[in-house]
């Protein structure tokens, strides 16, 4: 009876023992040399004495040598992050492919928007010189890079703008006549621009509606490419000595022993897994919570958050500003003459704007998918990776890894029918109690994507600002933080016009009026305050929704066309 004991004792304290020794180590070799470990002689030919070895040590007799555990513990790790690579694949595509044909249809969008705003802004202000077709191209260019995700400030690139339109407006709108003014005084007009403020707020009104209005979209993308970061820190996760060690024992140390067929039981598998990952399983409650900020942000995406009508928008406050600086025509002449002297023309000299070319040559068609459907068609396959991070390592086991139910299987000592240990939970915590692996804490890496998780989905909630160093610094004109617009109301509501005009008023827009009617020298002074007065009167929202039909008329009759 004590000698049945014994045995036991054996046989539990010294599992490998049952195990019996491999009689040659061919088949190790074979795959130690296909699988590109290391080179064939590396491996023994028969079985030896593993006592140099750490991991994968035996009573028995062994094919493996210390050299070879070095290189079974890199494979290992590799393997598993191939494997991580692998099925995070399709979630990769599906971030990676979207970001770029967002980018794609934003581009797109606004060289046609560019080109359509350039042929309605020529049409309406036909004395215009070519000079304003390429301030508008570089606006836009600008109002693109700020979409996708610009550090450049929208006020520079809006009020530099504006500085190089005062004189084109000034010289063939407000004061026209001879073809041109010289080079010195259109660059005298140009640097007044700020100070003699000829356009009144609509210059801010305007810097300030494309960051409301298209501040929802870059955050948008911005949270997308975070997206991708996230992953592929993941993907290129560096395991801890202990999870090497484990995988090493899971996946290769069956072959010293010639199991080289051996799978890991399934429970054996989660162990060791959850154990390696349970620093990446922690992002799992953020992601859930970014995958649902991005469905709901992507929902307020519609109306003035539209990128569609947000830069179809731009051309309103621009003709605003025009018609003002045209009803103020007498008393900027007055101060221009005042700092700059009266105009020195010469017959064949232009404003001295660089033309960076025509529109002429923008594309005419739309894009085949629109902003609105491809983010629509984007949240609908997202919305299957919501818990991709909470399975990731059952995943890895259950597609990949792990024995079949049923069949014998390698518990990291022995072949055997079932894993009898106790298989933990996912997560930091639950790794205390676990068998197979020894995990010390949170990963700081892995600590770091948690809070810029928390961060983008508090920035796609409407929560909180850009956070310097990790997307952007966005600023109001006066300084204070300009937090997301939650959607939720909209001109219907009685919330008013998005935009403000002088002295807090909301901003009035009228249809452009022919310019040479507005711009007959002619006119009187009361003539001029009379229409300023009508302009006035008008109702900013229903004029403002009267000009952008008109806009979109203007538009379908040139695609038509």
Not at 137 to 159: A, N, Q, W
Not at 240 to 251: G, N, P, W
Not at 343 to 356: F, K, L, N, P
Not at 478 to 497: I, K, R, V
Request: aromatic residues 6%; charged residues 20%; negative net charge.
């Amino acid at each position: 009876m004590e000698k049945q004991e014994l045995i036991c004792c054996l046989v539990l304290v010294f599992p490998a023992v049952c195990l019996q020794s491999p009689t040659d180590c061919s088949e190790v070799q074979k795959l130690f040399h296909l699988n590109e470990i290391g080179p064939i002689k590396t491996v023994p030919e028969t079985p030896r004495t593993g006592s140099d070895l750490q991991v994968c040590d035996s009573l028995s007799l062994t094919c493996c040598t210390k050299n070879m555990e070095v290189r079974y513990q890199t494979a290992a790790q590799k393997n598993v992050q191939n494997l991580l690579q692998m099925t995070s694949s399709s979630l990769k595509t599906l971030i990676s492919g979207n970001v770029a044909e967002f980018q794609e249809i934003l581009k797109n969008l606004t060289r046609q928007t560019e080109y359509y705003i350039n042929s309605l802004f020529n049409s309406t202000y036909q004395n215009i010189p070519p000079e304003a077709n390429g301030l508008l191209r570089e606006l836009f260019t600008d109002i693109g890079l700020f979409m996708l995700g610009s550090e450049l400030g929208v006020e520079v690139s809006v009020y530099r703008f504006f500085d190089g339109l005062f004189p084109l407006v000034y010289n063939h709108l407000i004061n026209p006549g001879l073809t041109g003014i010289s080079s010195v005084n259109a660059e005298c007009i140009r640097s007044y621009r700020r100070p003699l403020n000829p356009f009144g707020s609509f210059p801010k009104q305007l810097a300030d509606e494309v960051r409301r209005s298209l501040l929802p979209t870059r955050v948008f993308l911005q949270a997308l490419k975070l997206a991708s970061e996230v992953i592929n820190t993941t993907d290129h996760l560096q395991c801890s000595a202990q999870c090497t060690q484990a995988l090493l024992k899971m996946l290769y140390c069956p072959h010293c022993q010639g199991l080289t067929q051996s799978k890991p039981c399934m429970g054996y598998c989660l162990n060791v897994m959850r154990g390696c990952l349970a620093s990446v399983e922690e992002i799992d409650g953020q992601w859930r919570e970014f995958v649902r900020s991005v469905e709901e942000a992507s929902s307020r995406l519609h109306g003035a958050q539209e990128p569609e009508q947000a830069l179809l928008a731009v051309h309103l406050p621009i003709i605003n500003a025009v018609m003002h600086a045209q009803r103020n025509g007498p008393k900027l002449s007055a101060q221009v003459h005042k700092v700059c002297g009266h105009a020195d023309r010469t017959a064949g000299e232009s404003v001295s704007i660089q033309q960076e070319g025509s529109s002429a040559g923008a594309p005419r068609q739309a894009a085949r998918k629109t902003f609105s459907s491809q983010r629509k068609e984007f949240v609908t396959s997202l919305r299957h990776y919501r818990t991709f991070y909470a399975v990731l390592a059952d995943r890895l086991c259950v597609s990949e890894l792990a024995s079949s139910d049923g069949m014998s299987c390698w518990n990291g000592a022995d072949v055997v029918k079932s894993y009898t240990l106790r298989v933990v939970d996912s997560g930091i915590k639950a790794q205390a109690v676990n068998p197979e692996v020894i995990v010390k804490g949170p990963d700081p890496v892995m600590h770091q994507i948690i809070d810029k998780l928390k961060h983008v989905n508090q920035l796609l909630q409407g929560k909180a600002i850009l956070a310097s160093g990790m997307l952007d610094v966005i600023e109001k004109g006066s300084g204070e933080p300009d937090l997301l617009s939650s959607g939720d109301c909209d001109d219907e509501d009685g919330c008013g016009a998005s935009g403000h005009g002088e002295a807090g008023k909301p901003m009035q827009v009228a249809e452009p009026q022919t310019p040479d009617k507005v711009n007959d020298r002619r006119r009187s002074s009361t003539q001029m305050k009379t229409v300023g007065a009508d302009l006035e009167s008008a109702s900013g929202h229903e004029t403002r929704v009267g000009l952008l039909t008109l806009t979109l008329l203007f538009i379908i009759a040139h695609l038509c066309g």
